[in-house]
Each structure stands twice: as C-alpha cells, then as structure tokens.
C-alpha cells in the first residue's frame, strides 16, 4: 500500500487555487458549476454556533484510523450517535433547497460521516465516490448513478491544512483514465479550494476529487454527508436502515432516511410510451442562465 504523501510542503506555493466569488453566483450559476465543474462552494452556510456545536459533538464520538495513515481518522452514522446538532444538520434548509433545485426531486440521505485530518495526515488519493458495479469500499449502494456529497468543513482551511482537492470536469471524461476505479497520488491538473468553517463543499459524486495533506499544527475537521434523488438507486438490493433507528429521529429528519432501496425506473419502457411531454427544463441548457 502507498503510504507517500500526496503533495510536498514545498508544493503548495505554486498549487494551481479555485479563487472564485463563489458567495455571488445565482442559483442557476451554482448548478452550472457543479453540472460542469463538478463541484460548487456555498460560503457560510453554518453559523459559528452551529460550527461549535458540532466540534463538540464529534469530539466526543470514537473515530477510527484509516487502512493506509493513524492521522486520517472517521466515525461513520453519526446520525445514530448522540449527536442532536450533527442531526439537525442534515435537513438543513439552504442546502436542502439547492438540493432540491439541483435534484428536482426527493432525496435519500444514503451517508452521514465525520472526518479529521490530523498533522501528518498524507492526503486523500485523487479518487471517485461512484463504483458503477459497487465495490469493496463503498459497497453497492455506490452504484447510484446520481448522487451529490455534501462537505461541510468545521476549521478554516490553508494550504497546509487538509485543503480540498479536485480535478475539475473530470467527471464528464469518457477516457479509460476516467474509470472511476482508479486512483491517483496527484494529479497536474488538480486545484487547491480552501473553504472557511462553516462552508461546505458539494460534489458530484463521479468527480475525481481528494484533499491535500496536514502539514499545519492543527486538525482539519469535517462533516461528510451523502444524498442522492429518489429515482437513483443502486443497482441491487443494499441493506436498508433499521426502522426502530429511523423512529428515533426528529421526525423531519425521518423522510432522508426512507429505504436505500427506493428506485423509480421503468425496465420495460416503449420506444414511444403514451404522454411524453414536450419540455423539461431540467435537461435544458436555459437552466445555467
């Protein structure tokens, strides 16, 4: 297994840096770049007492150190921990609302993680979150074909602490070094995003993306949480949540947690079903402006 560190301090100066006014963009602009870039930025979507609660709350959960580095750690289904804020978190309006404009539909919560990356961290591999035939890691619930992760980040980032890192549009290439199951230490083309606490990054979740490593003094904590529309799901059967667990929830936050299993295809479809409208805002263009 390579343990190497992603990127060298010395690095870093010369990072290629997203610097755009993400604060500014209209909606229609937020779904173009993460249509087209693969992923968008939402400034301050939490306020500092949320941002707060949260540390506190993940500070007391157990976490676990990753297969390949003890200063990359996690806890994973925060919401079945006592974790009333991290909770709340996950309906929370403004990125519900983008969600749903993004989406145009109803969604399923299908993850909910918390992550932190401690000095000496060697950065994440530049990889995907879509396993179109499932895999080892993510399971089959990876094969969605439609899903979006939601990255809220609880410290402010620098260059030299754990900032987020993509490799823009990689997403839409068809070449066999887009096969979403490779990985890679680092990549020329990819950008450094430093994101302040309280911001949250969104990704599709086909994006080659990463993060670089912890060469600060001080963590780098994030919330992590995975939706995907209602008419996406995987390709087979996945374990489903526990209802008993689910009846424990705030009871608007129960609808994010319905079956993983939720799936509106339609296998048998006619080359000229009966109805077929003639508009769709959603696949056309006038959507980005």
Known sequence: MDTSFTNPKESLAEARRDERDYASLTRAEQIRCIELE???VLPDLLPPETVESLRQEFSRLPTRGVDYS???????????????????????????EFLRDLFGDDMICTSCGFGVSEPGH?????????????????GVQSSAPVL???????????????PFKAIPRSHLSMHRNANPYLRYLSHPEEVMVCCKAGSAV????KLFHGNYPNHSDSVRRMFAIAYRPDWAGPIGEVEDYDPD???TLPEHIQPFFRSLNTREIEFDLPNRPDGMARDA????????G
Not at 78 to 94: C, K, L, N, R, Y
Not at 150 to 160: A, K, S
Not at 281 to 288: F, K, L, T, Y
Request: glycine share 10%; no cysteine; charged share 20%.
């Open 281 to 288: 805002a959603g696949v056309g263009p006038s959507r980005w």
């Open 245 to 247: 667990q689910v009846a």
């Open 70 to 96: 003890r200063h990359q750690r996690g806890a994973r289904d925060v919401q079945w921990t006592d974790s009333p804020t991290a909770i709340e978190t996950i309906g929370h309006p403004p990125t519900v």
């Open 148 to 162: 979006a992760r939601v990255l809220y980040y609880l410290d402010d980032q620098t260059p030299e602490r754990s």
């Open 38 to 40: 693969g992923y968008v």
């Open 202 to 205: 969104v990704i599709n979740q």
């Open 122 to 138: 060697p950065g994440i591999a530049v990889h995907t979150d879509a396993q179109p035939y499932g895999s080892k890691i993510f």
